[in-house]
């Protein structure tokens, strides 16, 4: 099959690589339909995240299931599924809870890379959610993709941050996560939504999925705003979602005593000082966003058409030309890269 190998920082190649297999059998294979570039594949393309040897590449997925193990019980090959960026049990104690993505048996779709023409999938029962009705219309499939990971973890971002009627809730980072974040907190009934962008196509897709006011400043100028915004006061809720040390200071700093920050940005070099934090009295939750727990409701939002998620995606490349999808999100020519199969 074909897929997308990392060689290198900067180097995206895609090439052929081993069909998968079922392994064990609680496995299951899907030809992939639709999968998409990440912003967190963007870390070890720029080289800031260590990668070892030839890397297949992606964790977002949507596809037709093509065999299943013996032990598969929940789907059956010919549906059409979504799934999860961490594979879960969704049976385990943790998982129960709620965080399916630290389940106690978890497995990173990235080590497996569906950014191919099929992927094997473990713990299917769980990772698995079947979509009602068969493989959707095509022009549906970009919905159900945002699902596999950057609704589902904007979604958890506005649920950490508890976005909700009469809040304001403020948005770091504009990107397709901290877009689809917003889209969350409308659903939810945030009073005022705040976008901190500084790019005009991004602004505009902020405010069509619900942002009221949108705010370019950053660092210390950015909270200041986000203050004089909010009464001197700061927003009730502020959602993380870039993973940098200068993002995670604005949204502490931008949350009123008593508010809650949710991150899911992945962190690098992200450090908290201890009397800051203190004093700064926000409660703090975040992590990898536990996808699978979303993903029915996302399901039935997606297909009811009240939600659409897929308007993020705003470049589509085949697969064959996932090179130039890396280069485009790289120079910010592109949010979001959708690759066709």
Known sequence: MRGVVLHAPGDVRVQDRADPRIIEPTDALIRV??????????????????VEGPAPMGHEYVGVVEEIGS????????DFVVGSFFASDNTCEICLAGYQSRCVHAVGMGS??????RARIPLADGTLVRVPGGEPAPEQ???????????????????????????????????????????AAAHFGAERIIAMSRHADRQALAREFGATD?????GKAGVARIKELTGGLGAHSVIEAVGTQ??????????????????????????????????SSV??????????????????????????PGDVFDLSLPLEEAAEGYRAMDERRATKVLLTL
Do not use: N
């Open 246 to 279: 200068e993002s995670m200071q604005q949204a502490i700093r931008s949350t009123r005593p008593g508010g809650h920050v949710g991150y899911v940005g992945v962190a690098h070099d992200v450090t908290l000082d201890g009397m800051q934090l203190f004093f």
């Open 33 to 50: 339909t639709a999968t998409c570039i990440c912003g967190s594949d963007l870390w070890p393309y720029r080289g800031i995240e260590a």
């Open 214 to 218: 949108i705010v370019e400043e950053r």
């Open 141 to 183: 499939i970009p919905h159900l993709l945002a699902a596999s990971d950057v609704l589902g973890t904007g979604w958890f971002a506005a649920v950490a941050a508890e976005a909700g009627p009469g809040k304001t809730v403020a948005v770091v980072g504009d990107g397709a996560v901290g877009l689809l974040a917003i889209l």
């Open 112 to 117: 497996i890379g569906t950014q191919a023409e």
């Open 71 to 78: 032990d598969v019980r929940t789907v059956r090959t010919g």
């Open 283 to 308: 409660h703090l939750h975040g992590g990898p966003a536990p996808v699978r727990r979303f993903l029915p409701e996302l399901i039935d939002l997606i297909t009811s058409g009240t939600i659409r």
